[in-house]
């Protein structure tokens, strides 16, 4: 069976004003879905996968510089942005299938797959289902590592939250507490406080795009497949062995509000190859915090690692193997190859 894909490209200015790097927004119709994405330079692929409830612009700050060395891809994932936004599948696997489409009709058979927050999490996802499309993996402040996220996070899938944001959302309202929240953003810039409001300014973009009750429906559906009343729910602990075929890193701010910075060094005990880097004066975003540094650790990434190669054979024995192999998976693996040899030959 065929799945028919309806292509169509158009170009939209960014419709951001004031943002930096403003970039040109192309469209593509997958599965009868129109996704928005950005596409700018050239050389090896890298695939931008922004947060819950944010799009494309939350990398303003960085493509430009990737895309001198980079072919820089950053969508808007269904339900955000200027994607549509439909009664669809919003689990992490279907978003990895959506990534899949779009760099098969972009002509790109591998990418570098970076992931921001609940991107993060569509990163590990996409790694694990299509290991032959992976090279690298760079997870930023990412979901995934641990049960522990911000409660205003677990509130929205609170029976009534669509309702109330509904209301804090309409015309008035809404422009008072957006323009709070940027004025706390851009004044607290200094002192104790400033952990607690360095981020404000994306909570009051998130604000405004949840006046669209479309994106209210995606984002509540979203957050019901990957967290409940406890905390996330997915989880790379019980696949964080496969790591060891693939070159990892991830990379946190030090002042993180939404998800704890403590979450990296579960990185570094699930996956002891993983590169960990944590940015002081920096909180959810550190990619807009410091993207001149995040741009220099993406590229070193890149620089010093080699692309990983997929081996079904290999990644076979590894599943066999499991988490609970003592000398760890890829020995197990290459013990497993040799008693095959072994009884071959006999």
């Known amino acids: 069976m065929s799945v028919g894909v309806d292509v169509q490209h158009e170009v939209q200015q960014g419709v951001q004003p004031g943002q930096p790097g403003q970039q040109d927004v192309e469209y593509v119709t997958l599965h009868g879905k129109r996704r928005a994405y950005v596409k700018k330079g050239a050389g090896p692929a890298l695939l931008l996968l922004h947060g819950l409830a944010c799009d494309h612009t939350t990398w303003s700050h960085v493509v430009d510089d990737l895309a001198e060395r980079y072919t820089v891809i950053a969508p808007d994932l269904l339900g955000h942005g200027l994607s549509d936004k439909p009664r669809a599948d919003y689990t992490l696997g279907g978003y990895a299938n959506g990534m899949r489409d779009l760099l098969t009709v972009l002509g790109i058979d591998k990418v570098t797959v970076v992931g921001h927050s609940f991107g993060g999490g569509v990163a590990m996802q996409f790694a694990y289902q299509f290991p032959e499309r992976t090279q690298r993996v760079m997870l930023v402040s990412t979901g995934g590592l641990g049960p522990e996220v911000s409660p205003m996070i677990r509130l929205i899938q609170a029976p009534g939250w669509f309702r109330t944001i509904g209301l804090l959302t309409l015309p008035g309202i809404r422009h008072v507490e957006t323009a709070a929240l940027r004025a706390a953003s851009g004044h607290l810039t200094f002192g104790p406080l400033r952990k607690y409001t360095r981020d404000l300014d994306e909570v009051a973009d998130i604000v405004e795009s949840w006046k669209d009750r479309r994106t209210r429906f995606a984002i509540r559906h979203l957050v019901r497949a990957v967290i409940d009343w406890r905390g996330q729910i997915v989880t790379m602990a019980d696949r964080a062995y496969l790591s060891e075929a693939m070159p990892m890193a991830v990379l946190w ?48 990434f890149i620089s010093t690692t080699e692309p990983a190669a997929y081996n079904r054979a290999r990644f076979r024995r590894m599943l066999k193997a499991g988490a609970s192999a003592p000398l760890g998976p890829l020995a197990a693996a290459a013990a497993a190859e040799a008693r095959d040899e072994t009884v071959t030959s006999a």
């Open 253 to 300: 701010g030090a002042e993180d509000q939404v998800i704890p910075v403590a979450h990296a060094e579960n990185a570094r005990a699930l996956a002891p190859d993983v590169r960990v880097d944590v940015l002081a004066d920096a909180g959810h975003f550190p990619h807009k915090d410091h993207p001149e540094e995040f741009v220099r650790l993406l590229d070193d």
